[in-house]
T-cell receptor, first 114, second 112 residues
Framework: NAGVTQTPKFRVLKTGQSMTLLCAQDMNHEYMYWYRQDPGMGLRLIHYSVGEGTTAKGEVPDGYNVSRLKKQNFLLGLESAAPSQTSVYFC?????????????FGPGTRLTVL | TQLLEQSPQFLSIQEGENLTVYCNSSSVFSSLQWYRQEPGEGPVLLVTVVTGGEVKKLKRLTFQFGDARKDSSLHITAAQPGDTGLYLCAGAGSSNTGKLIFGQGTTLQVKP
């Protein structure tokens, strides 16, 4: 049982390049979330999903898109990366069978945009 | 917009000392959680408090939820170097989405 995994662990992009971050969970959780973590700002919610095929905006959605085609996967896309998107990105999941606010986090992806 | 103010942001203490971290808001939360994060890893849940006035203990850590469910505290007794890390509080609203609002975090360093 791997829990929540994220791919890749590290990535360096040039301004304007695009990329997709993959989050996978093997706990059959309905809810999935993407956060970014910046020094002194805690974690901020980018987008979230309450089920396969559904997504919604969080606190800081601009510049990001997401898709949840399969229940176990949640993809975060950057269409045209900007230096302001340099951050550590975390994916999390939770279950409606447990407390929905109990989130399980992946190990993170460290992204640098030059 | 719900906000959580966490204080202090940095804390450096000697082994054996006690400390308290605070998490305050003007908003009411349905629950409040405390996470601990090690460098290079994701946050790991320590505890969830859901009832106003609730106190939970986890070994040397004591967590309290304010009576009005707007604030919380984390108290560590006799801190050890293994307690070093980033502590995050997070509040859940009344929606069924499980969304959390996080505080800024407290970086704790316990020196031997």
């Amino acid at each position: 049982n791997a829990g929540v995994t994220q791919t890749p662990k590290f990535r360096v992009l040039k301004t304007g390049q695009s990329m997709t971050l993959l989050c996978a969970q093997d706990m059959n959780h309905e809810y999935m979330y993407w956060y970014r973590q910046d020094p002194g700002m805690g974690l901020r919610l980018i987008h979230y999903s309450v089920g396969e095929g559904t997504t919604a905006k969080g606190e800081v959605p601009d510049g990001y898109n997401v898709s949840r085609l399969k229940k176990q996967n949640f993809l975060l896309g950057l269409e045209s990366a900007a230096p302001s998107q340099t951050s550590v990105y975390f994916c999390a999941s939770s279950s409606i069978r447990d407390r929905r606010d109990t989130q399980y986090f992946g190990p993170g992806t460290r992204l640098t945009v030059l | 917009t719900q906000l959580l103010e966490q204080s202090p942001q940095f804390l450096s203490i000697q082994e054996g000392e006690n400390l308290t971290v605070y998490c305050n808001s003007s908003s009411v939360f349905s629950s409040l959680q405390w996470y601990r994060q090690e460098p290079g890893e994701g946050p790991v849940l320590l505890v969830t408090v859901v009832t106003g006035g609730e106190v939970k203990k986890l070994k040397r850590l004591t967590f309290q939820f304010g009576d009005a469910r707007k604030d919380s505290s984390l108290h560590i007794t006799a801190a050890q170097p293994g307690d070093t890390g980033l502590y995050l509080c997070a509040g859940a609203g009344s929606s069924n989405t499980g969304k959390l609002i996080f505080g800024q975090g407290t970086t704790l360093q316990v020196k031997p």
